[in-house]
């Protein structure tokens, strides 16, 4: 018994001494956690602008199904992106061949009725009505305060499949996505 208790009573000693930070430790994490929160601030300011500017992409890495299923995917292949006044969305949850040829689905529409609003916790969040060849929806996209990751629920007309996509924010010229044959 006094064998056990002194070997916890060891490995508590050992633990906790380890944990200790130096104060030079300290600053240096501080100023680590500093420059985190900078470089979040700066991403959220440009991919706020992005998105304002309808020149974005939304690289999803996590797809959430009208029934709340979750599926992680790349994002490579899974995208929100509005370009030169086209709008492309591009869901491809499998990894073999489907009809846009990399797993998935490939629609390509005109985005109009654009409305942007902040809420008060500073998320900036933008709603589209999408139309073309074989989608008309409403996309709804809210970037995370402070952050540029984002969200964007894609909601068709004439269903009720919704699809939530969940990914980080870029400005077009900065996304390396793999877009696929569209319909």
Do not use: W
């Not at 006094?2 to 633990?15: E, G, K, S, V, W």
């Not at 086209?86 to 409305?115: D, L, W, Y």
């Not at 809210?142 to 990751?149: F, P």
């Amino acid at each position: 018994m006094n064998r056990l208790f002194l070997i916890i009573a060891t490995a508590i000693a050992l633990t906790t001494s380890c944990t200790t930070l130096t104060p030079e430790q300290k600053a240096a994490r501080e100023e680590q956690k500093t420059l985190e929160a900078r470089r979040d601030s700066i991403n959220h300011i440009i991919a706020v602008k992005s998105l304002a500017g309808m020149d974005f992409v939304l690289e999803a890495d996590r797809l959430i199904f009208k029934r709340g299923r979750p599926a992680y995917v790349s994002s490579v292949t899974n995208f929100i992106s509005s370009v030169n006044g086209r709008t492309t969305v591009q869901i491809a949850p499998f990894n073999s061949g489907g009809p846009n040829g990399v797993g998935g689905i490939t629609v390509e529409g005109v985005a109009s009725n654009i409305k942007t609003s902040q809420n008060k916790d500073g998320s900036f969040t933008q709603s589209m009505s999408v139309t073309g060849n074989g989608i008309s929806a409403v996309i709804s996209i809210t970037v995370i305060e402070g952050t540029d990751r984002a969200t964007a629920v894609v909601t068709p007309n004439f269903n009720s499949n919704r699809i939530t996509l969940e990914g980080t924010l870029y400005p077009a010229a900065k996304s390396s996505v793999y877009k696929g044959r569209a319909f």
